[in-house]
């Protein structure tokens, strides 16, 4: 099992505002990293998955970046709406198998 | 296609009762996985299953077991139901082959065990 924490544990911004987390993970065995999106009432959603050191991804207003050799992935939200609002999780996964899930960061947005 | 289905949505028990949850996918994925979140605590997985015929424990495998029935069906049951196993349940799946392993949830089982 992984050592995956997230940071902070959860978060209040305004609308309008940008805002970023940190996912830190073991560096070593890495094989790849996943951003899921999982709002109240309902189920986790993948949003990005990164598997190379330097990679960035993008959907929308919302960016992921991720560095293997330090053990770290940032996921950025450009002027966050209250749709937004939501837990993101990272689970990052060895080329061991399957992920191991962190405690997640708990956006809300205040209109 | 239903993705990755779960039953029942919602459930009480009294400690000492025993149930089955039931998950289903249809997306002809090799691994599925059940996990329990608790308030603050994310997901942790109880027990997945990497392929049809094989289970393995997860974090918090005690007081569960598991069912791998086919490929589409992986089975969680409470033998003796505790307070402690009040949480909602999420089924999930992936391919989990030599790719990343996105997986895909089901809608989750609130259980109450009074």
């Known amino acids: 099992i992984l050592n995956v924490e997230q940071s902070p544990q959860s978060l209040h ?27 109240t009432a309902k189920s986790p959603e993948a949003l990005f998955v990164m598997t190379l050191n330097g990679d960035e991804k993008k959907k929308g207003r919302i960016s992921a970046t991720l560095n293997t050799k330090e053990g770290y992935s940032y996921l950025y939200i450009k002027g966050s709406q209250p749709e937004d609002s939501a837990t993101y999780l990272c689970a990052p996964n060895t080329n061991a198998g399957k992920s191991t899930f962190g405690d997640g960061t708990t956006l809300t947005v205040k209109p | 296609n239903a993705g990755v289905t779960q039953t029942p949505k919602f459930q009480v028990l009294k400690t000492g009762q025993s149930m089955t949850l039931q998950c289903a996918q249809d997306m002809n994925h090799n691994s599925m996985y059940w996990y329990r979140q608790d308030p603050g605590m994310g997901l942790r997985l109880i027990y997945y299953s990497a392929s049809e015929g094989t289970t393995d424990k997860g974090e918090v495998p005690n007081g569960y077991n598991v069912s791998r029935l086919n490929k589409r069906e992986f ?8 307070p402690s196993q009040t ?12 790719v990343p392993d996105t997986q895909y949830f089901g809608p989750g089982t609130r259980l109450t065990v009074l």
């Open chain 1, 13 to 39: 911004v305004q609308e309008g505002d940008s805002t970023n987390f940190t996912c830190s993970f073991p560096s070593s065995n890495f094989y790849a990293l996943h951003w899921y999106r999982w709002e």
């Open chain 2, 75 to 82: 089975s969680l049951r409470l033998e003796s139901a505790a």
């Open chain 2, 87 to 98: 949480s909602v349940y999420f089924c999930a799946s992936s391919e989990l082959r030599q």
